[in-house]
């Protein structure tokens, strides 16, 4: 069992920037992908982000490229996402989400189903 607890949402000024950080407590947490989602008022889920167990590889979804940094510290437990330029549209509560390294693989980090763990999430209230 992983628990998962996203911090580091608020509200921030349209261009400004925050970093999330999803922090794990249960089994090592060294094993596990772990992807970022958001979902804004009244629609589905959506990727943001993920990171591969190592750290090695990381999957952006084109509309973060270039203002979105996903990073890990396995030794803390900790996935952090470093999100600049913020837009109003990215107003939504972000998640994060946590799978056996195994079950995470290629395009599998972008379905919300692949991911067995979800932290509550973190507010992110951007205004312009």
């Known amino acids: 069992q992983v628990q998962l607890v996203e911090s580091g949402g608020g509200l921030v000024q349209a261009g400004g920037s925050l970093r999330l950080s999803c922090a794990a407590s249960g089994r090592s947490f060294r094993s596990y992908g772990v992807g970022w989602f958001r979902q804004p008022p009244g629609q589905e889920r959506e990727f943001v982000v993920a990171?591969?167990?190592?750290?090695?590889?990381?999957y952006y979804a084109d509309f973060v490229k270039g203002r979105f940094t996903i990073s890990r510290d396995n030794a803390k437990n900790t996935v952090y996402l470093q999100m600049n330029s913020l837009k109003p549209e990215e107003t939504a509560v972000y998640y994060c989400g946590a799978s056996p390294a195994p079950s995470l693989y290629g395009r599998n980090y972008y379905f919300p189903a692949k991911y067995n763990y979800w932290g509550q999430g973190t507010q992110v209230t951007v205004f312009s």
């Open positions: 990171i591969s167990a190592s750290g090695g590889s990381t």
